[in-house]
């Protein structure tokens, strides 16, 4: 069967406040909203108060937040490796936000060179991080899997965690 996914039209998340979240997407990040819609009725029928907003990438791709008021979630401070949104940017783009981030007095943090990328870190007003990307030189060629043994990788840590 070939990949029917091609490409991210939106991935979502929970927010608390919607305007929060789009002043730091929006505003800070420079992600223009595209779309903002409330639920009020679900396709299975229940009432509903959500608000549901979008953000548009280059690429075309949405980054999706839905705000519900009336309903817990739990939203707690992620830990990196937990749970984090990573968007491609530029080295100039890169050092830019970095720069922005710290003059505004926000948690950020990098750059971190993971070899095939650098990486900054910010915590959205949801208590997500969001990490800013830029590709090294290597990159494409490092993420190709017939030639960088990532299926080995996978098999001897699955091998290593089952001793």
Known sequence: MSNPAQMFHHVAYRCRDSEATRAFYEDFLGMPLAQAFEIKRTATGRDASVLHS???????????????????????TQHDFDLH?????????LQAVLAKAKAAGMEARGPSDHGIMHSIYLRDPNGYVVELAAKTAGHDA????????ARATI?????RKAS
Do not use: C, H, I, Q
């Open 155 to 159: 098999d001897a840590w699955t091998k």
């Open 54 to 76: 979008f953000y548009r990438l280059k690429d075309g791709s949405f980054l999706a937040f839905f705000e519900v008021p009336d309903s817990e979630f739990d939203f707690k």
């Open 142 to 149: 490092d993420m190709d899997p017939a030639k960088n043994g």
């Open 85 to 93: 949104v990573a968007m491609e940017t530029s080295p100039d783009e």
